[in-house]
Structures are given as structure tokens and as C-alpha cells.
């Protein structure tokens, strides 16, 4: 058996649509509830967390498993629709980082407001993947050539070039001046204004 009949093997038996989403909720309810300190900071208080998230990642899947969730609302698919998309992102900010390494720049965003930029563009685009998946942007016919994958592999990779090209070429002088700058001037800035 390949590693290929291995990976169709999984899939049929439920991994994808049971097993991985049950993980990804039960991990990311355990952690944020842990991280908070919510329900206090005491030993016993681990194991509330973790029955709190035992519940709740059940309660995404099985009614995926029985099949009550209305069309075009269930959970599951909403998270293995959005969740290769989000991890595109992420590798492609990764391999930018990697690359603006190699050049010999250090990014430190928090002297910057690219920082910012780059959290808020970050969380717009989160939340446009899920928003797609979900349903909720249908967004004109004219941006339909968007859900291409290769088209948005096309994007992501122009964008991300784009991106390091203006990292390593911009011009560094003014750090005291850039923290008085208002929103405007800062996106001017990004765009390839005065600088």
C-alpha cells in the first residue's frame, strides 16, 4: 500500500471529516481557555478545560456525522474548506519572512507600522477565507475568476514578491518621524507614496 492508498484509506474512514476537526477544536478551545485563565489558574481547573473542550469539539462534529446541519452551514466542511486557504497565507508570510532573512534585513515590526498593517491585513483575510466558505461574501460575478486555485496561488504569489521587493528596497531613514505619522500618512506609505 502507497502512501497515497494510505491517505485515501484515512480520508474513508473519517479522518478529514471526523478526527482532524475534532483535534483542531478541541486544541484551539483547550489552549484559549487554558492561555485565559478563565475558570482560575488551579490544577483541577485543567480538567474543566479540558471537559469543556471535549464538549464542544463533539458538538461541532456529530452533527456533522448525523447530518443535522442545515445546507451550506456545516461546521466541518466551513472548517476543511477554509483551513488549506488560511495555511496558503500563513506559508506564504513564512516564506517571505524567510526570504527577507536572507537578504539580510531583520523585520521588526514592532518599531514599525508595518506591524500593524500586516496584523490587520492578516485578519482580514482570515476572515474573508471563512467568510467565503461559509457563504456569507458572495461578491460580484465579475470577481468569480477569484476562486480559481491557481488564480489565487497566482495572487498570493505576486503579492507576497511585491511585499519583499518593498522590504528590501525602502528606505530606512525617519524611525522617529514614522511613530508621528497619522493613519493616512502610514497608508500612503504603504502604497508606495512620499518617503
Avoid: C
Wanted: net charge neutral; proline share 5%; charged share 15%.
Amino acid at each position: 500500500m502507497g502512501f497515497a492508498e494510505l491517505l485515501q484509506y484515512l480520508d474513508s474512514i473519517g479522518v478529514a471529516d471526523v478526527l482532524m476537526p475534532f483535534i483542531l477544536v478541541f486544541t484551539v478551545v483547550w489552549a484559549v481557555l487554558t492561555k485565559t485563565k478563565i475558570l482560575g489558574t488551579e490544577k483541577k481547573n485543567r480538567s474543566i478545560n479540558t471537559m469543556i473542550s471535549l464538549v464542544m469539539a463533539l458538538a461541532v462534529v456529530i452533527p456533522h456525522v448525523m447530518g443535522r446541519y442545515p445546507p451550506g452551514s456545516d461546521v466541518v466542511d466551513i472548517i476543511n474548506t477554509a483551513i488549506p486557504n488560511v495555511a496558503v497565507v500563513l506559508i506564504a508570510v513564512l516564506m517571505m519572512f524567510i526570504i527577507i532573512g536572507i537578504s539580510g534585513k531583520t523585520p521588526d515590526m514592532s518599531k514599525s507600522p508595518i506591524g500593524g498593517w500586516f496584523v490587520i491585513l492578516g485578519v482580514v483575510v482570515v476572515v474573508y477565507i471563512f467568510g467565503r466558505a461559509t457563504g456569507w461574501f458572495g461578491g460580484p460575478s465579475w470577481l468569480d475568476f477569484l476562486d480559481n486555485p491557481e488564480t489565487q496561488t497566482l495572487l498570493v504569489g505576486a503579492i507576497v514578491f511585491a511585499l519583499v521587493i518593498w522590504f528590501i528596497t525602502k528606505d530606512d531613514r525617519g524611525g522617529e518621524q514614522r511613530t508621528r505619522d497619522g493613519l493616512g500618512e502610514n497608508f500612503r506609505k504603504l502604497l508606495g507614496g512620499d518617503r
